[in-house]
């Protein structure tokens, strides 16, 4: 098994073979994410052991590192610190780096949530597609396990939803106002047509489960057009899009109903050409942000639905096996609290 390196290096050596400098992961970047937490980026895995340890990192002029954790991902480090103030000039100086490293924290930034080495936080990407079966007779499928997502003319959908709350606690964003603008980015993977076709997509109200299995039939009470988590709490008509007026999912009693999905549509996107990225983004999908680092636990994500089309749009899933293909949920946030607003 290869040895985990980690990011400080004590040892006293007799060789230049044993000390290769080259054998310790080196610090790619330091990125400032608000005014108490900065990620550290490496190229090789760390050991939790050194990576945790506080001795390890001094930042000056005036700044304590009060905490440090290792991502799942083993290559990147996230300090929390006391408070650093906005376009002021800090270094940054680890054991292995003699020189130090400069970071400045700017007025606003961005942060990304999803999946592959370009983000910032992994996150807790989650989603799935409900098919409609052609006889509408059987139990609807929750193909959460699928390397693709689907949405139809005949009714299928499918939901993508992304698990911020540790990120903006630990970093200190906790005011809904911080947040500037949100934008999902999702991969079209296949569709079968040169024409203009429309995805819209509705905030979800209630909890659901992404599916365990793919295009096989659903396991009791698990989400499907014809039932919810629990038995009380059926599922809304196909195609899963809640027609109440009233619930339109802007404030918090909006979650406590029995409708799933919002009765209005936070926006749409034009679909033409696969093998690309489109971003969907308006300011009812921002206001939906803010609710969330609100209301962290009303937090269930989207449906996209195919509003203006007759051909199937195939996009690319969590499950995907290229990283960079998988949907993200990019933020631009003030970094300060109590800042006034910058567009």
Same mark, same amino acid.
């Given at each position: 098994?290869?040895?985990?390196?980690?990011?400080?290096?004590?040892?006293?050596?007799?060789?230049?073979?044993?000390?290769?400098?080259?054998?310790?992961? &080196?610090?790619?970047?330091?990125?400032?994410?608000?005014?108490?937490?900065?990620?550290?980026?490496?190229?090789?895995?760390? #050991?939790?052991?050194?990576?945790?340890?506080?001795?390890?990192?001094?930042?000056?002029?005036?700044?304590?590192?009060?905490?440090?954790?290792?991502?799942?991902?083993?290559?990147?480090?996230? =300090?929390?610190?006391?408070?650093? #103030?906005?376009? &002021?000039?800090?270094?940054?100086?680890?054991?292995?780096?003699?020189?130090?490293?400069?970071? @400045? =924290?700017?007025?606003?930034?961005?942060?990304?949530?999803?999946?592959?080495?370009?983000?910032?936080?992994?996150?807790? /990407? $989650?989603?799935?597609?409900?098919?409609?079966?052609?006889?509408?007779?059987?139990?609807?499928?929750?193909?959460?396990?699928?390397?693709?997502?689907?949405?139809?003319?005949?009714?299928?959908? *499918?939901?993508?939803?992304?698990?911020?709350?540790?990120? *903006?606690?630990?970093?200190?964003?906790?005011?809904?106002?911080?947040?500037?603008?949100?934008?999902?980015? /999702?991969?079209?993977? $296949?569709?079968?047509?040169?024409?203009?076709?429309?995805?819209?997509?509705?905030?979800?109200?209630?909890? !659901? &489960?992404?599916?365990?299995?793919?295009?096989? %039939?659903?396991?009791?009470?698990? =989400?499907?057009?014809?039932?919810? /988590?629990?038995?009380?709490?059926? !599922?809304?008509? %196909?195609?899963? +899009?809640?027609?109440?007026?009233?619930?339109?999912?802007? @404030?918090?009693?909006?979650?406590?109903?029995?409708?799933?999905?919002?009765? %209005?549509?936070?926006?749409?996107?034009?679909? +033409?050409?696969?093998?690309?990225?489109?971003?969907? &983004?308006?300011? %009812? =999908? @921002?206001?939906?942000?803010?609710? !969330?680092?609100?209301?962290?636990?009303?937090?269930?994500?989207?449906?996209?639905?195919?509003?203006?089309?007759?051909?199937?749009?195939? *996009?690319?899933?969590?499950?995907?096996?290229?990283?960079? /293909?998988?949907?993200?949920? @990019?933020?631009?946030? $003030?970094?300060?609290?109590?800042?006034?607003?910058?567009?």
């Amino acid at each position: 098994m290869r040895k985990i390196i980690g990011i400080v290096f004590f040892m006293v050596c007799s060789s230049a073979i044993h000390c290769a400098i080259a054998d310790i992961p &080196k610090l790619l970047k330091a990125t400032p994410l608000s005014q108490t937490a900065i990620q550290l980026q490496f190229d090789g895995q760390l #050991e939790a052991e050194t990576a945790e340890d506080l001795a390890n990192y001094q930042i000056a002029p005036d700044v304590q590192v009060e905490y440090a954790l290792l991502d799942d991902r083993l290559n990147r480090v996230l =300090l929390l610190t006391s408070p650093l #103030e906005v376009e &002021k000039t800090y270094r940054l100086t680890l054991p292995n780096i003699q020189t130090g490293i400069v970071i @400045t =924290l700017p007025s606003v930034n961005e942060i990304t949530f999803g999946a592959g080495d370009a983000v910032t936080f992994s996150g807790g /990407l $989650q989603d799935t597609t409900l098919h409609v079966n052609e006889d509408r007779k059987t139990r609807n499928n929750n193909a959460g396990a699928e390397q693709t997502l689907l949405c139809n003319p005949t009714g299928s959908i *499918f939901f993508v939803a992304f698990d911020m709350f540790d990120a *903006f606690e630990d970093m200190g964003i906790r005011e809904p106002t911080q947040v500037l603008e949100a934008t999902i980015s /999702l991969h079209v993977q $296949q569709s079968e047509t040169n024409a203009v076709q429309t995805v819209l997509y509705r905030r979800v109200l209630l909890p !659901w &489960k992404e599916g365990r299995g793919t295009s096989t %039939r659903a396991e009791d009470n698990e =989400l499907t057009y014809n039932s919810a /988590l629990h038995r009380s709490l059926p !599922w809304n008509k %196909r195609p899963a +899009q809640a027609m109440l007026s009233g619930i339109d999912g802007d @404030t918090e009693s909006d979650y406590n109903g029995s409708e799933d999905v919002a009765h %209005r549509i936070d926006g749409t996107s034009e679909i +033409q050409d696969a093998g690309k990225r489109y971003e969907v &983004k308006s300011e %009812r =999908l @921002t206001d939906a942000v803010r609710f !969330w680092v609100a209301n962290p636990d009303y937090n269930y994500g989207y449906l996209f639905a195919l509003q203006d089309g007759n051909v199937p749009i195939i *996009f690319t899933s969590k499950e995907a096996t290229d990283e960079t /293909l998988r949907p993200l949920l @990019t933020i631009r946030y $003030q970094t300060q609290s109590g800042a006034e607003t910058t567009p």
